[in-house]
Protein backbone atom coordinates (compact mmCIF):
# COMPACT_ATOMS: atom_id res chain seq x y z
CA UNK A 1 0.00 0.00 0.00
CA UNK A 2 1.41 3.69 -1.30
CA UNK A 3 2.06 5.99 2.34
CA UNK A 4 -0.16 8.93 2.04
CA UNK A 5 1.44 12.38 1.42
CA UNK A 6 -0.19 13.46 4.54
CA UNK A 7 -1.65 11.65 7.66
CA UNK A 8 -3.61 13.42 10.36
CA UNK A 9 -4.63 11.51 13.56
CA UNK A 10 -6.15 12.58 16.08
CA UNK A 11 -5.61 16.05 16.14
CA UNK A 12 -6.42 18.76 18.97
CA UNK A 13 -5.70 22.31 19.40
CA UNK A 14 -6.56 24.12 22.55
CA UNK A 15 -6.68 27.76 23.01
CA UNK A 16 -6.73 29.35 26.67
CA UNK A 17 -9.82 31.49 26.82
CA UNK A 18 -9.42 32.93 30.43
CA UNK A 19 -6.79 32.02 33.72
CA UNK A 20 -7.17 32.70 36.81
CA UNK A 21 -5.19 34.90 38.98
CA UNK A 22 -2.21 32.35 39.12
CA UNK A 23 -2.15 31.93 35.55
CA UNK A 24 -4.06 28.72 35.39
CA UNK A 25 -6.61 28.01 32.26
CA UNK A 26 -9.95 28.15 33.58
CA UNK A 27 -11.76 28.42 30.36
CA UNK A 28 -10.44 26.22 26.86
CA UNK A 29 -11.93 26.80 23.62
CA UNK A 30 -10.84 23.05 21.56
CA UNK A 31 -10.50 24.61 18.54
CA UNK A 32 -9.87 21.48 16.74
CA UNK A 33 -10.86 18.54 18.35
CA UNK A 34 -9.88 14.70 17.66
CA UNK A 35 -9.52 15.40 13.91
CA UNK A 36 -8.13 12.45 11.55
CA UNK A 37 -7.78 11.90 7.69
CA UNK A 38 -5.35 11.25 5.03
CA UNK A 39 -4.37 12.99 1.70
CA UNK A 40 -2.56 11.13 -1.06
CA UNK A 41 -0.25 12.96 -3.31
CA UNK A 42 -2.13 14.66 -6.31
CA UNK A 43 -5.60 14.76 -4.74
CA UNK A 44 -7.53 17.58 -3.05
CA UNK A 45 -9.06 17.50 0.21
CA UNK A 46 -11.79 20.01 0.78
CA UNK A 47 -12.86 21.43 4.31
CA UNK A 48 -16.42 23.09 5.01
CA UNK A 49 -18.06 24.06 8.11
CA UNK A 50 -19.37 27.26 9.24
CA UNK A 51 -16.70 30.24 10.44
CA UNK A 52 -15.52 29.29 13.30
CA UNK A 53 -15.83 25.56 12.87
CA UNK A 54 -12.29 25.33 13.46
CA UNK A 55 -10.98 24.64 9.37
CA UNK A 56 -8.50 27.61 9.62
CA UNK A 57 -6.49 26.32 12.55
CA UNK A 58 -7.00 22.85 11.34
CA UNK A 59 -4.71 24.33 8.05
CA UNK A 60 -2.39 25.92 10.16
CA UNK A 61 -1.75 23.04 12.34
CA UNK A 62 -1.02 20.86 9.59
CA UNK A 63 1.33 22.94 7.98
CA UNK A 64 2.89 23.19 11.77
CA UNK A 65 2.65 27.33 11.99
CA UNK A 66 0.84 26.08 15.01
CA UNK A 67 1.50 23.59 17.76
CA UNK A 68 -1.38 20.36 18.59
CA UNK A 69 -2.13 20.27 21.59
CA UNK A 70 -2.37 16.32 20.93
CA UNK A 71 -2.38 13.83 17.89
CA UNK A 72 -0.29 13.33 15.10
CA UNK A 73 1.27 14.60 11.67
CA UNK A 74 2.99 12.35 9.32
CA UNK A 75 4.13 13.53 5.75
CA UNK A 76 5.32 10.87 3.50
CA UNK A 77 5.37 8.76 6.85
CA UNK A 78 7.26 10.96 9.02
CA UNK A 79 5.94 12.03 12.30
CA UNK A 80 6.46 16.11 11.69
CA UNK A 81 4.26 16.73 15.03
CA UNK A 82 6.91 17.28 17.44
CA UNK A 83 10.06 19.01 14.92
CA UNK A 84 11.77 21.17 16.14
CA UNK A 85 11.54 24.90 14.27
CA UNK A 86 15.18 23.97 12.91
CA UNK A 87 13.68 20.33 11.77
CA UNK A 88 10.96 21.72 10.26
CA UNK A 89 12.51 22.92 7.24
CA UNK A 90 11.63 20.36 4.37
CA UNK A 91 8.10 20.28 5.57
CA UNK A 92 7.88 24.17 5.48
CA UNK A 93 9.69 23.64 1.39
CA UNK A 94 7.12 20.92 1.01
CA UNK A 95 3.87 22.62 2.07
CA UNK A 96 3.08 25.70 1.43
CA UNK A 97 -0.34 28.56 2.36
CA UNK A 98 -2.09 30.39 -0.09
CA UNK A 99 -4.28 32.82 1.68
CA UNK A 100 -7.51 34.45 1.96
CA UNK A 101 -6.67 37.73 0.54
CA UNK A 102 -4.30 38.90 -2.63
CA UNK A 103 -4.33 42.25 -1.45
CA UNK A 104 -2.47 42.14 2.36
CA UNK A 105 -0.83 39.11 1.15
CA UNK A 106 1.77 40.48 -1.28
CA UNK A 107 4.44 42.82 0.29
CA UNK A 108 3.77 46.46 -1.87
CA UNK A 109 7.20 47.63 -1.03
CA UNK A 110 8.52 44.48 -2.97
CA UNK A 111 8.60 44.17 -6.41
CA UNK A 112 6.98 40.94 -8.39
CA UNK A 113 10.21 39.67 -8.92
CA UNK A 114 11.75 40.33 -5.62
CA UNK A 115 8.96 39.10 -4.41
CA UNK A 116 9.35 35.06 -6.41
CA UNK A 117 12.65 35.57 -5.70
CA UNK A 118 12.61 35.39 -2.06
CA UNK A 119 11.45 31.94 -1.41
CA UNK A 120 14.23 30.67 -4.08
CA UNK A 121 17.25 32.63 -1.98
CA UNK A 122 15.71 31.45 1.13
CA UNK A 123 15.55 27.66 0.34
CA UNK A 124 17.98 27.40 -2.25
CA UNK A 125 16.25 26.12 -4.85
CA UNK A 126 18.07 27.49 -7.48
CA UNK A 127 21.97 29.15 -8.11
CA UNK A 128 21.55 32.88 -7.46
CA UNK A 129 22.57 32.70 -11.46
CA UNK A 130 19.37 30.86 -12.43
CA UNK A 131 16.55 32.86 -10.27
CA UNK A 132 15.83 35.40 -12.73
CA UNK A 133 14.87 32.33 -14.97
CA UNK A 134 13.49 30.72 -12.74
CA UNK A 135 10.71 33.94 -12.01
CA UNK A 136 10.72 34.23 -15.75
CA UNK A 137 9.35 30.32 -15.65
CA UNK A 138 7.06 30.74 -12.71
CA UNK A 139 4.87 33.47 -14.27
CA UNK A 140 4.79 32.01 -16.94
CA UNK A 141 3.06 28.81 -14.94
CA UNK A 142 0.35 31.05 -13.56
CA UNK A 143 -0.25 32.55 -16.94
CA UNK A 144 1.45 35.86 -16.86
CA UNK A 145 3.79 37.57 -18.84
CA UNK A 146 7.31 37.73 -17.51
CA UNK A 147 7.82 41.12 -18.45
CA UNK A 148 5.52 41.73 -15.14
CA UNK A 149 8.29 40.70 -13.00
CA UNK A 150 9.30 44.67 -12.13
CA UNK A 151 6.08 46.04 -11.38
CA UNK A 152 4.50 45.86 -8.08
CA UNK A 153 1.42 44.13 -6.37
CA UNK A 154 -0.78 47.46 -6.46
CA UNK A 155 -0.38 47.65 -10.57
CA UNK A 156 -2.40 44.20 -10.66
CA UNK A 157 -5.94 43.33 -10.35
CA UNK A 158 -7.05 40.92 -7.59
CA UNK A 159 -6.81 37.68 -9.78
CA UNK A 160 -3.55 38.71 -10.98
CA UNK A 161 -2.28 39.22 -7.25
CA UNK A 162 -3.83 35.17 -6.97
CA UNK A 163 -1.73 34.13 -9.87
CA UNK A 164 1.05 35.83 -8.12
CA UNK A 165 0.58 34.36 -4.75
CA UNK A 166 0.11 31.06 -6.20
CA UNK A 167 3.63 31.76 -7.78
CA UNK A 168 5.14 32.41 -4.75
CA UNK A 169 3.56 29.69 -3.12
CA UNK A 170 5.01 26.96 -6.13
CA UNK A 171 8.80 28.80 -6.21
CA UNK A 172 9.83 25.97 -3.73
CA UNK A 173 8.52 23.20 -5.64
CA UNK A 174 5.77 22.34 -2.59
CA UNK A 175 4.53 18.85 -2.88
CA UNK A 176 1.14 19.92 -0.44
CA UNK A 177 -0.70 23.75 -1.21
CA UNK A 178 -2.95 24.83 1.47
CA UNK A 179 -5.76 27.17 -0.26
CA UNK A 180 -7.70 29.12 2.37
CA UNK A 181 -10.56 30.48 1.04
CA UNK A 182 -8.72 31.29 -2.09
CA UNK A 183 -10.80 32.28 -4.25
CA UNK A 184 -13.43 34.32 -1.72
CA UNK A 185 -12.11 37.73 -1.77
CA UNK A 186 -12.37 37.94 -6.06
CA UNK A 187 -14.91 38.72 -8.56
CA UNK A 188 -17.31 35.63 -9.25
CA UNK A 189 -16.35 36.54 -12.71
CA UNK A 190 -12.46 35.75 -11.92
CA UNK A 191 -13.05 32.82 -9.51
CA UNK A 192 -13.69 29.89 -12.63
CA UNK A 193 -10.39 31.36 -14.18
CA UNK A 194 -8.15 31.30 -10.85
CA UNK A 195 -10.00 28.07 -10.04
CA UNK A 196 -9.21 26.42 -13.40
CA UNK A 197 -5.66 27.30 -13.36
CA UNK A 198 -5.10 25.91 -9.36
CA UNK A 199 -6.46 22.43 -11.47
CA UNK A 200 -4.24 22.65 -14.24
CA UNK A 201 -1.15 23.09 -12.19
CA UNK A 202 -2.36 19.85 -10.43
CA UNK A 203 -2.53 17.61 -13.17
CA UNK A 204 0.79 19.84 -14.24
CA UNK A 205 2.98 19.26 -11.06
CA UNK A 206 1.15 16.57 -9.03
CA UNK A 207 0.40 18.68 -6.38
CA UNK A 208 -1.73 17.54 -3.52
CA UNK A 209 -4.37 20.25 -2.40
CA UNK A 210 -6.48 21.40 0.97
CA UNK A 211 -8.74 23.65 0.06
CA UNK A 212 -10.91 25.30 2.64
CA UNK A 213 -14.12 27.07 1.38
CA UNK A 214 -17.73 28.13 3.01
CA UNK A 215 -18.40 28.07 -1.18
CA UNK A 216 -20.05 24.77 -1.56
CA UNK A 217 -20.44 25.57 -5.25
CA UNK A 218 -16.55 25.91 -5.32
CA UNK A 219 -15.88 22.73 -3.67
CA UNK A 220 -17.98 20.65 -5.37
CA UNK A 221 -15.54 21.22 -9.05
CA UNK A 222 -12.51 21.28 -7.18
CA UNK A 223 -12.31 18.32 -4.63
CA UNK A 224 -11.84 15.06 -4.68
CA UNK A 225 -13.29 14.27 -1.24
CA UNK A 226 -14.74 16.81 1.08
CA UNK A 227 -14.59 16.77 5.04
CA UNK A 228 -17.36 18.44 6.80
CA UNK A 229 -16.48 19.89 10.25
CA UNK A 230 -18.60 21.45 13.04
CA UNK A 231 -16.85 22.79 16.32
CA UNK A 232 -13.77 21.59 15.96
CA UNK A 233 -14.78 17.88 14.28
CA UNK A 234 -15.10 16.06 11.54
CA UNK A 235 -18.93 14.87 11.27
CA UNK A 236 -18.95 13.52 7.83
CA UNK A 237 -15.85 12.80 5.14
CA UNK A 238 -15.92 11.09 1.55
CA UNK A 239 -15.81 11.07 -1.77
CA UNK A 240 -17.29 14.29 -3.63
CA UNK A 241 -19.88 12.46 -5.33
CA UNK A 242 -21.03 10.54 -2.65
CA UNK A 243 -21.23 13.15 -0.25
CA UNK A 244 -23.25 15.50 -2.54
CA UNK A 245 -25.14 12.72 -4.04
CA UNK A 246 -26.24 11.14 -0.60
CA UNK A 247 -25.16 13.38 2.52
CA UNK A 248 -25.94 11.39 5.86
CA UNK A 249 -25.27 14.12 9.06
CA UNK A 250 -27.85 16.50 9.71
CA UNK A 251 -25.31 19.39 9.35
CA UNK A 252 -23.91 18.88 5.95
CA UNK A 253 -27.35 18.22 4.41
CA UNK A 254 -28.38 21.54 5.94
CA UNK A 255 -24.73 23.41 4.59
CA UNK A 256 -25.42 21.76 1.19
CA UNK A 257 -29.18 22.51 0.86
CA UNK A 258 -28.16 26.24 1.03
CA UNK A 259 -26.72 25.61 -1.94
CA UNK A 260 -28.22 28.55 -4.15
CA UNK A 261 -28.06 26.65 -7.78
CA UNK A 262 -31.71 26.03 -9.17
CA UNK A 263 -33.25 28.58 -11.74
CA UNK A 264 -36.24 30.26 -10.65
CA UNK A 265 -39.26 27.76 -10.00
CA UNK A 266 -37.50 24.43 -9.40
CA UNK A 267 -37.77 24.14 -5.74
CA UNK A 268 -35.65 22.55 -3.81
CA UNK A 269 -36.61 21.35 0.30
CA UNK A 270 -34.22 23.80 2.03
CA UNK A 271 -32.98 22.33 5.64
CA UNK A 272 -32.88 25.70 7.92
CA UNK A 273 -31.15 24.77 11.29
CA UNK A 274 -32.92 26.41 13.95
CA UNK A 275 -31.18 27.63 17.49
CA UNK A 276 -27.93 29.82 17.78
CA UNK A 277 -24.42 28.58 17.23
CA UNK A 278 -23.35 27.62 20.34
CA UNK A 279 -20.78 29.33 22.12
CA UNK A 280 -17.44 28.14 22.08
CA UNK A 281 -16.47 28.34 25.54
CA UNK A 282 -19.43 25.63 26.77
CA UNK A 283 -20.02 23.24 23.85
CA UNK A 284 -22.54 20.94 24.48
CA UNK A 285 -22.29 17.53 25.76
CA UNK A 286 -23.08 14.49 23.77
CA UNK A 287 -23.56 15.43 20.08
CA UNK A 288 -22.26 19.17 19.78
CA UNK A 289 -24.46 19.71 17.26
CA UNK A 290 -27.92 18.46 18.92
CA UNK A 291 -29.10 22.04 19.82
CA UNK A 292 -29.40 22.66 16.25
CA UNK A 293 -30.01 19.53 15.15
CA UNK A 294 -34.27 18.87 13.71
CA UNK A 295 -33.48 14.54 14.77
CA UNK A 296 -31.93 15.05 17.98
CA UNK A 297 -32.99 12.46 20.50
CA UNK A 298 -32.66 12.32 24.39
CA UNK A 299 -29.21 9.80 23.25
CA UNK A 300 -27.94 13.01 21.24
CA UNK A 301 -27.49 15.06 24.64
CA UNK A 302 -25.35 12.96 26.56
CA UNK A 303 -23.16 10.60 24.17
CA UNK A 304 -21.05 11.88 21.35
CA UNK A 305 -21.02 10.33 17.89
CA UNK A 306 -17.89 8.49 16.59
CA UNK A 307 -16.94 8.62 13.39
CA UNK A 308 -17.81 5.54 11.47
CA UNK A 309 -17.83 4.18 8.50
CA UNK A 310 -15.53 3.97 5.31
CA UNK A 311 -14.67 5.71 2.72
CA UNK A 312 -17.55 7.42 3.80
CA UNK A 313 -17.67 8.57 7.63
CA UNK A 314 -20.47 10.00 10.08
CA UNK A 315 -20.76 10.86 13.38
CA UNK A 316 -24.70 10.51 13.87
CA UNK A 317 -26.31 8.30 16.17
CA UNK A 318 -29.07 8.25 14.08
CA UNK A 319 -27.69 7.95 10.68
CA UNK A 320 -29.46 4.90 9.07
CA UNK A 321 -32.45 5.96 10.64
CA UNK A 322 -32.93 8.80 8.91
CA UNK A 323 -34.61 8.96 5.56
CA UNK A 324 -32.55 9.12 2.20
CA UNK A 325 -31.32 12.93 1.53
CA UNK A 326 -32.03 13.97 -1.56
CA UNK A 327 -28.88 14.23 -4.16
CA UNK A 328 -28.10 17.57 -4.33
CA UNK A 329 -26.29 17.33 -7.60
CA UNK A 330 -28.36 19.68 -9.84
CA UNK A 331 -29.53 17.88 -13.22
CA UNK A 332 -28.49 19.69 -16.28
CA UNK A 333 -31.81 21.19 -16.88
CA UNK A 334 -32.32 22.61 -13.18
CA UNK A 335 -29.20 24.86 -13.48
CA UNK A 336 -29.87 28.46 -13.00
CA UNK A 337 -28.03 30.58 -16.24
CA UNK A 338 -25.17 31.92 -14.00
CA UNK A 339 -24.39 28.54 -12.62
CA UNK A 340 -24.34 27.07 -16.44
CA UNK A 341 -22.18 30.00 -17.28
CA UNK A 342 -19.67 28.63 -14.42
CA UNK A 343 -19.79 25.34 -14.85
CA UNK A 344 -19.12 25.84 -18.47
CA UNK A 345 -16.09 27.83 -17.96
CA UNK A 346 -15.03 24.89 -15.97
CA UNK A 347 -15.27 22.58 -18.68
CA UNK A 348 -12.18 22.29 -20.76
CA UNK A 349 -11.53 23.64 -23.97
CA UNK A 350 -11.04 20.63 -27.04
CA UNK A 351 -7.82 21.93 -27.90
CA UNK A 352 -7.04 20.35 -24.34
CA UNK A 353 -6.30 24.37 -22.54
CA UNK A 354 -7.94 25.01 -19.15
CA UNK A 355 -10.82 27.86 -20.07
CA UNK A 356 -8.83 30.31 -17.95
CA UNK A 357 -5.94 28.24 -16.59
CA UNK A 358 -2.73 28.44 -18.08
CA UNK A 359 -3.92 31.50 -20.90
CA UNK A 360 -0.86 33.25 -20.45
CA UNK A 361 -2.17 36.95 -18.91
CA UNK A 362 -0.84 40.34 -20.39
CA UNK A 363 -0.87 43.18 -18.71
CA UNK A 364 -0.33 47.39 -19.59
CA UNK A 365 0.63 47.92 -22.69
CA UNK A 366 1.06 44.26 -24.11
CA UNK A 367 -2.55 44.00 -25.96
CA UNK A 368 -4.08 40.51 -26.78
CA UNK A 369 -7.47 38.63 -26.83
CA UNK A 370 -6.35 36.69 -23.94
CA UNK A 371 -5.35 39.79 -21.93
CA UNK A 372 -8.86 41.16 -22.02
CA UNK A 373 -10.36 38.04 -21.09
CA UNK A 374 -8.48 37.27 -18.61
CA UNK A 375 -7.55 39.07 -15.01
FE1 LIG B 1 -28.57 15.11 15.21
FE2 LIG B 1 -28.30 13.30 17.13
FE3 LIG B 1 -27.21 12.85 14.77
FE4 LIG B 1 -26.19 14.72 16.38
S1 LIG B 1 -26.25 12.52 16.75
S2 LIG B 1 -26.56 14.92 14.21
S3 LIG B 1 -28.05 15.51 17.31
S4 LIG B 1 -29.39 13.03 15.21
Keep these: ?137 LLELV ?35 VCDEPVSALDVSIRAQVLNLLRDLQRRLGLAYIFISHDLAVVRHIADSIAVMNFGQIVEIGANESLFANPRHPYSRALLSAIPVPKPGVKRERTVLRGEMPNALHPPPGCRFHTRCPFAIARCESEQPELIGAPHATACHRVEELPPAASLIPREGDRAPSLERLVNAFRRRPDGQGSAGLDKVQTGGVAGASAARLQ
Design 1 to 137: MTTPLLEVDGLTRHFVARRSLLGHPTALVKAVDGVSFTLAAGKTLAVVGESGCGKSTLCRLVLRLLDPTSGRIRFEGRDVTALSERELGPLRRNAQLIFQDPYSSLNPRLTVGQTLAEPLALHDVVPRSRRGARVAE
Design 143 to 177: GLDPRVARRYPHEFSGGQRQRIAIARALAVEPKLV
